[in-house]
């Protein structure tokens, strides 16, 4: 299987390879870190030789509880939020047909608990009302207060639908192996259930069952996507492969020399989730101690349309990361026109790609020209082999790019503070006193 490629030559009009270069003890460094646990945060390390301890039972497991679901349910609905969420969604819209909502065929995977929006949810119980569906409740924590909404409501219309011992068949429950709300539930009810272990954080749990489950009933091969992050996993921690190393020095060079905003950019509609995920990896895993490179993504051409202008012309202070998937996999050409009014005859006969990859290629040039370094990971085609080794190659970046910016890469104590307020204001009990001193707060 063909490997993606890092390319930095377009970063060296702001950075030399002298400034990159200058990064490596301490880059080495940090992805010893990774495997010697001498690092910061080194309890959530899980995730290091994840896809090379993952054992074909657990995934054979995974696949056969996906089997059935497919199997029972017109649509299965994955509940979660954050890293409970968006690796699954970024795997699922990476490898699917653009039009899968309205296409016959295979249950549908939808997702709830990843918003609180009271339309959402409505709009999602009518949907879903008469029809044969299932669920996936995933929660490391079990207390997440939006999955945990979204569970409660659409386990009630379950049960009303199909009965309890119907219903009990038709959800899946993962969470922590021990603790939590939703690991009492799913006890005591006798769901079946997979654990998310203690040592992977949210945000790298996507190749544990939390995103393993629904891509497999979404029907991909969940094998070769932990055999794509199995073959990055060896080359990097061998060194054989020293690119993910090498994006961490280079946006951390670039941050050095003031270029604060990355943005990561695809040419293809089906990665825009993608961003999404890498934004959360990158943005919780870097952004803290009033330190950390803004994780920002954009989907072209469309964002030419719109951010292009800011790109080109705003602030120098961003640097892009582009995502360059080299096939595609239909052809579709551009027919000529006797009339040729629209003037478009001059491609005729050129296939769309050719036309994106000429805006892609025409992007990058006038970006470096207007001052924006540019980074490009080359991605053979939107496959599950492919796909695991960008998340593996993303992962690992992140944690020696954490430890080069002296971060702990691997907590997220920021999050909570939206929560104490929410808790607060909704007088949750256990949060009196800081449910008065913000009533306080809002009365001035
Ligand atoms: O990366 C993280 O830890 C977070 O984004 C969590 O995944 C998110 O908050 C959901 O948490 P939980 O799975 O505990 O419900």
Known sequence: MEKIQLNISDVLATVSRADIE??????????????DHSGLGNDFLGWVKLPTSTDEKLLNDIEATAKALREDCEY?????????????????????????AYLPGAPKVLFAGQNIGEDYLYELQQLLKGRKFGIIVISKSGTTTEPAIAFRLLKEQLEQQAGKDEARKRIVAITDAKRGALRTLATSEGYKTFVIEDNVGGRFSVLTPVGLLPIAV?????????????????????????????????????????KKIEILVNYNPKLHFFGEWWKQLYGESEGKDHKGIFPAAVDNSTDLHSMGQWIQDGERTIFETVISVAEQKYEVRIPSDDDNLDGLNYIAGKRVDEVNKMAELGTKLAHVDGGVPNMQLVVPALTENALGQMIYFFEAACGVSGYLLEVNPFNQPGVEAYKKNMFALLEKPGYEAETAAIKQRLEK
């Open 218 to 258: 979404a029907g991909y091969d969940i094998k070769a996507l932990v055999e794509g992050a199995r073959e990055m996993e060896k080359a990097t921690l061998s060194g054989k492969d020293m690119s993910a190393v090498t994006y961490a020095m280079t946006r951390n060079a670039l941050y050095r020399a003031g």
């Open 76 to 100: 299965v609905v994955a509940i979660g939020i954050g890293g409970s969420y968006l690796g699954a969604k970024a795997v699922i819209e990476a490898l699917g047909n653009s039009f899968a």
């Open 22 to 35: 200058a990064l490596a003890p301490e880059a080495a460094k940090s992805l010893a870190k990774l495997t």
